[in-house]
C-alpha cells in the first residue's frame, strides 16, 4: 500500500469512526436511520477508495479492505450494543443483525455506482436521504403488511 493509499484509508477510517461514534441516543429506527445517513454520506467522501477496495479486493487491497473492517468493528459493534439497549430489537442473531445492516449499506454505495445513466437519472426523482431511509425501513419492517403475516 502506497503512502497516498495509506492516508486515503486512513481519512475513511476516520470519517467512519465519527459517523458511527455520533450516532445520537434515541429509539432503535432512528438511531439505525442515522447512522445509515451518516455511514453513506461518509461513503461519499470516499468514493475512488471505496471503489477500488470493492473492484481490487481479491488482490492488492485486501490487507486494506481487512484493516478497515478491522478499525470499524469496535465503533460498530459500540453502536449495535447502544441499540440492541433500547429494547427494541427482535431476538434474532447479532451476526445475522450485522451481516443485514452491512449488506445494506453496501448495497446502498455498491447500487448507485453501478446503475446505468438512466437508472441513476430515476434514483434522483426521491433525495437520497428518502432511499436511505426507506431502504431502513424495508430492513425495519420488512414488506408484509401485519395482516398478511
Known amino acids: 500500500m502506497t503512502e497516498l493509499d495509506r492516508a ?13 461514534t455520533g450516532v445520537p441516543e434515541g429509539p432503535a429506527d432512528e438511531m439505525l436511520r442515522a447512522a445509515m445517513r451518516r455511514m453513506v454520506d461518509a461513503a461519499h467522501h470516499h468514493t475512488d477508495l471505496l471503489e477500488s477496495l470493492m473492484v481490487e479486493s481479491a488482490g492488492s487491497n485486501t490487507a486494506a479492505l481487512v484493516t478497515l473492517s478491522a478499525r470499524l468493528l469496535g465503533p460498530a459493534n459500540d453502536l449495535f450494543r447502544r441499540i440492541k439497549k433500547t429494547g427494541e430489537l427482535r431476538p434474532i442473531s447479532d451476526v ?16 448507485e455506482r453501478a446503475m446505468p445513466q438512466a437508472a441513476r437519472v430515476f434514483m434522483r426523482l426521491f433525495p437520497e436521504r ?3 431511509d426507506g431502504m431502513v425501513d ?3 419492517y420488512g414488506l408484509l403488511e401485519d395482516d398478511a403475516r
Open 8 to 20: 486515503a484509508l486512513d481519512a475513511a477510517v476516520t470519517d467512519f469512526e465519527t459517523a458511527l
Open 138 to 140: 424495508v430492513m425495519i
Open 96 to 111: 445475522i443483525v450485522a451481516r443485514t445492516i452491512l449488506s445494506l449499506f453496501m448495497g446502498i454505495v455498491i447500487s
Open 130 to 132: 428518502a432511499w436511505v
